[in-house]
C-alpha cells in the first residue's frame, strides 16, 4: 500500500512551521500586528524587518540575523524608507531563490495603480490597513485560513 508508512490519526502541525515575515517601518503598526496574533493564538514564528533593504538581508541569510526558510509568508507594507514595498516586491520577482514567496500587502494605500502595481508582481493579496479593523482581526484570519488552507513549495 503506497500510504502504509502514514500516521493518519497524528495530527499535523505543518501550519506552525510557517514564519510570518513583517516588513513595516512604523512601530505602532508592528506592535498592532503582534498583539492581533497573540489576542488569536497564533505561535507561528514571526520575524520583523523596518524596510526592504533589512528584509533581503534576512530573507537571503546575508546579515547577522538568521535567515527564514521556507515556508514563509511576507506582510509587506509599501511606504517604506530605502527601498519601497513595490520596488521590494519588483526584486523578489527578479530573484531565483525568492520569487516564489509568499506576499500579502498590507498598506495604507488604496491608490489604483499601487494596487494595480502590487498585483502585476504576484501578490497573494492587497489589504488596506484602514479596511482591516481595528485590531487587524480580519487579517489574522485571512493568514490563519491561508497557511491552513494553501500548500507551499517544498523547501
Known amino acids: ?10 495530527p499535523m502541525h505543518y501550519e506552525d512551521e510557517v514564519t510570518i515575515l513583517l516588513i513595516e517601518d512604523d512601530s505602532i503598526d508592528q ?21 526592504g533593504i533589512e528584509a533581503l538581508h534576512v530573507l537571503r541569510g ?3 540575523r538568521e535567515k527564514i526558510q521556507q515556508p514563509y509568508v511576507i506582510l509587506l507594507d509599501l511606504n517604506m524608507p530605502r527601498i519601497g514595498g513595490l520596488e521590494l516586491l519588483k526584486i ?50 485571512l493568514i490563519e485560513d491561508f497557511k491552513l488552507t494553501v500548500r507551499f513549495p517544498p523547501r
Not at 1 to 10: D, F, G, I
Not at 96 to 124: G, M
Request: glycine content about 4%.
Open 1 to 10: 500500500m503506497l500510504y502504509e508508512h502514514a500516521q493518519w490519526n497524528e
Open 31 to 51: 506592535r498592532a500586528v503582534l498583539r492581533a496574533f497573540t489576542k488569536r493564538g497564533i505561535t507561528n514564528r514571526v520575524e520583523i524587518a523596518s524596510d
Open 62 to 64: 546575508t546579515s547577522d
Open 92 to 141: 523578489l520577482r527578479e530573484d531565483d531563490e525568492l520569487k516564489r514567496s509568499v506576499v500579502f500587502v498590507l498598506t495604507s494605500s488604496d491608490v489604483p495603480e499601487d494596487i494595480r502595481k502590487a498585483y502585476e508582481n504576484s501578490i497573494s493579496g492587497y489589504i488596506v490597513k484602514e479596511h482591516v479593523g481595528q485590531d487587524f482581526i480580519n487579517l489574522i484570519q
